[in-house]
């Protein structure tokens, strides 16, 4: 089964591109700001972890030594831990290493020697050397002095290549870390984690429903306005294609829509007087051939040979009557009968019945209701059209309905000799017979499948023949289902 990504309609398309230029514009934002948030909050980090230590500093050479340690506790928190020992955390810096602008630091500490860097380390060395410094303290003599260095794995200046080759592999993160020179030669520690804002947050996703939501109201609205048209044109040409009268369309919409509507009126407009033009010309030349005919006929009573007046009634007779059937056909097809729903198995039923009263064998199967838009009158004189041919070439008839969701098929079996494979559109033509006798009674004037083929066209659907396999011709109608009004 084939996954569709896009829409089939005009508006999901549409809305969908929305949304997705809408996304991919939003995560290049949250990109964007996250990274120039994530900068500004490290700068801001630095800044207090500096100014922070660089108060301490001048705090803890002013106080008592006995309290030094208690201060240095207070200053501390779960994020930042200062702590004062005999080594720097940070090795030996060259003169031009600028972590983190020299100059400002010097300015912050009032000349004192500071070393200050930035550097990813492992997550779970960060927690070791906090909590072994927790314990250190714990363990200082009465005189606030600590009688051991900083524990194991502790890192100093010198062990700054192992903790590398410690932490390889596992992921890092940014530590901030500052030594300051004491007066006393000693140093004041910092570090402290640096926060990482994630690239998400509630604001930006409310915000991007919110825009979300805003686009689809809106693309929804402009889109129903220009498929509105659309639609009413589609509807129209399904309409127009089954032989319904339709009225002209508003000229609505965008402008390319609107001359779209424009050039299906025209082009309605026209077919539409062909039609009638062709209809009328039709019309007045059988309704014309009648009078010279009948004066024919009437000329021919007066030849002495009664052969010879045999043969020119005969072959008057012959035209009056194709006269007839072309006026009846032209009739029909000016008639303007409208579509209305109907029972199509009744209406097959109904046919069927007909012949069946008058005793010829045709039997129907089928559902037992079938319901479509129809014009049943014209319907009903193709059905009959077939089966007629179906029982004078074959003897009976076989009429079988069935329906799928877009379409009913009709299809009339007979036993008959068939037609031969290259005639089988060629019957289609007005006054084409096989039947090459001229007993009117046997082969009609040839215009039965042609009005059949012109009705069902009319709904929008087609006649065809073909020869069965067993024997016999089979004519098929498929009509269609959808009404094609919205």
């Given at each position: 089964?084939?996954?569709?990504?896009?829409?089939?309609?005009?508006?999901?398309?549409?809305?969908?591109?929305?949304?997705?230029?809408?996304?991919?514009?939003?995560?290049?934002?949250?990109?964007?700001?996250?990274?120039?948030?994530?900068?500004?909050?490290?700068?801001?980090?630095r800044e207090q972890v500096l100014a922070?230590?660089?108060?301490?500093?001048?705090?803890?050479?002013?106080?008592?030594?006995?309290?030094?340690?208690?201060?240095?506790?207070?200053?501390?928190?779960?994020?930042?831990?200062?702590?004062?020992?005999?080594?720097?955390?940070?090795?030996?810096?060259?003169?031009?290493?600028?972590?983190?602008?020299?100059?400002?630091?010097?300015?912050?500490?009032?000349?004192?020697?500071?070393?200050?860097?930035?550097?990813?380390?492992?997550?779970?060395?960060?927690?070791?050397?906090?909590?072994?410094?927790?314990?250190?303290?714990?363990?200082?003599?009465?005189?606030?002095?600590?009688?051991?260095?900083?524990?194991?794995?502790?890192?100093?200046?010198?062990?700054?290549?192992?903790?590398?080759?410690?932490?390889?592999?596992?992921?890092?993160?940014?530590?901030?870390?500052?030594?300051?020179?004491?007066?006393?030669?000693?140093?004041?520690?910092?570090?402290?984690?640096?926060?990482?804002?994630?690239?998400?947050?509630?604001?930006?996703?409310?915000?991007?429903?919110?825009?979300?939501?805003?686009?689809?109201?809106?693309?929804?609205?402009?889109?129903?306005?220009?498929?509105?048209?659309?639609?009413?044109?589609?509807?129209?040409?399904?309409?127009?294609?089954?032989?319904?009268?339709?009225?002209?369309?508003?000229?609505?919409?965008?402008?390319?829509?609107?001359?779209?509507?424009?050039?299906?009126?025209?082009?309605?407009?026209?077919?539409?007087?062909?039609?009638?033009?062709?209809?009328?010309?039709?019309?007045?030349?059988?309704?014309?051939?009648?009078?010279?005919?009948?004066?024919?006929?009437?000329?021919?009573?007066?030849?002495?040979?009664?052969?010879?007046?045999?043969?020119?009634?005969?072959?008057?007779?012959?035209?009056?009557?194709?006269?007839?059937?072309?006026?009846?056909?032209?009739?029909?097809?000016?008639?303007?009968?409208?579509?209305?729903?109907?029972?199509?198995?009744?209406?097959?039923?109904?046919?069927?019945?007909?012949?069946?009263?008058?005793?010829?064998?045709?039997?129907?199967?089928?559902?037992?209701?079938?319901?479509?838009?129809?014009?049943?009158?014209?319907?009903?004189?193709?059905?009959?059209?077939?089966?007629?041919?179906?029982?004078?070439?074959?003897?009976?008839a076989r009429i079988h309905v069935a329906?799928?969701?877009?379409?009913?098929?009709?299809?009339?079996?007979?036993?008959?000799?068939?037609?031969?494979?290259?005639?089988?559109?060629?019957?289609?033509?007005?006054?084409?017979?096989?039947?090459?006798?001229?007993?009117?009674?046997?082969?009609?004037?040839?215009?039965?499948?042609?009005?059949?083929?012109?009705?069902?066209?009319?709904?929008?659907?087609?006649?065809?023949?073909?020869?069965?396999?067993?024997?016999?011709?089979?004519?098929?109608?498929?009509?269609?289902?959808?009404?094609?009004?919205?």
């Amino acid at each position: 089964m084939k996954l569709r990504l896009m829409p089939r309609s005009l508006a999901g398309q549409l809305i969908a591109l929305l949304l997705g230029a809408l996304i991919v514009g939003q995560m290049l934002s949250v990109v964007y700001f996250a990274m120039s948030r994530r900068d500004a909050i490290e700068q801001a980090t630095r800044e207090q972890v500096l100014a922070r230590a660089a108060a301490l500093v001048r705090l803890v050479d002013d106080v008592p030594a006995d309290v030094e340690e208690r201060v240095v506790q207070a200053a501390s928190t779960n994020r930042v831990r200062y702590t004062i020992d005999p080594d720097p955390l940070i090795g030996p810096q060259a003169p031009d290493d600028d972590a983190f602008a020299a100059s400002v630091i010097r300015d912050a500490f009032d000349g004192r020697e500071v070393r200050a860097e930035v550097r990813g380390r492992p997550l779970q060395e960060f927690r070791d050397r906090r909590d072994g410094r927790r314990e250190a303290e714990e363990e200082r003599d009465d005189d606030g002095r600590r009688e051991r260095g900083p524990p194991d794995g502790a890192a100093r200046g010198a062990g700054g290549p192992e903790r590398d080759l410690a932490g390889r592999g596992r992921p890092l993160i940014p530590v901030v870390s500052v030594s300051a020179r004491l007066a006393d030669g000693r140093w004041l520690n910092a570090e402290t984690i640096l926060p990482r804002p994630s690239l998400w947050a509630w604001p930006m996703a409310t915000q991007t429903l919110l825009v979300a939501a805003g686009i689809v109201l809106v693309a929804a609205f402009m889109v129903r306005r220009i498929t509105r048209p659309l639609r009413d044109l589609a509807g129209a040409a399904d309409r127009m294609g089954r032989g319904e009268t339709v009225d002209a369309l508003p000229e609505t919409g965008p402008e390319e829509v609107r001359r779209t509507v424009q050039a299906f009126n025209a082009m309605h407009d026209r077919v539409r007087r062909f039609v009638a033009d062709r209809t009328r010309m039709l019309a007045a030349i059988s309704h014309d051939l009648r009078t010279p005919l009948t004066s024919l006929r009437l000329r021919a009573e007066f030849v002495d040979d009664p052969e010879v007046r045999d043969r020119i009634i005969e072959t008057v007779e012959e035209m009056s009557r194709m006269t007839e059937a072309t006026l009846a056909f032209a009739r029909d097809d000016a008639l303007a009968e409208d579509s209305h729903p109907t029972d199509l198995a009744a209406l097959v039923s109904a046919v069927a019945d007909d012949f069946a009263d008058i005793g010829h064998p045709v039997t129907v199967e089928g559902p037992d209701k079938l319901e479509m838009p129809l014009r049943p009158v014209s319907l009903r004189r193709a059905l009959r059209n077939l089966v007629e041919n179906a029982i004078r070439y074959g003897t009976s008839a076989r009429i079988h309905v069935a329906a799928t969701p877009t379409e009913a098929i009709i299809t009339v079996d007979d036993d008959g000799p068939g037609i031969p494979p290259d005639r089988l559109e060629e019957v289609f033509e007005p006054f084409v017979r096989l039947e090459t006798s001229r007993n009117l009674d046997t082969g009609g004037v040839g215009l039965g499948l042609s009005t059949a083929r012109s009705i069902v066209r009319r709904h929008g659907g087609d006649l065809t023949l073909a020869n069965r396999a067993e024997g016999g011709l089979r004519a098929t109608i498929r009509l269609p289902r959808a009404t094609g009004r919205g």
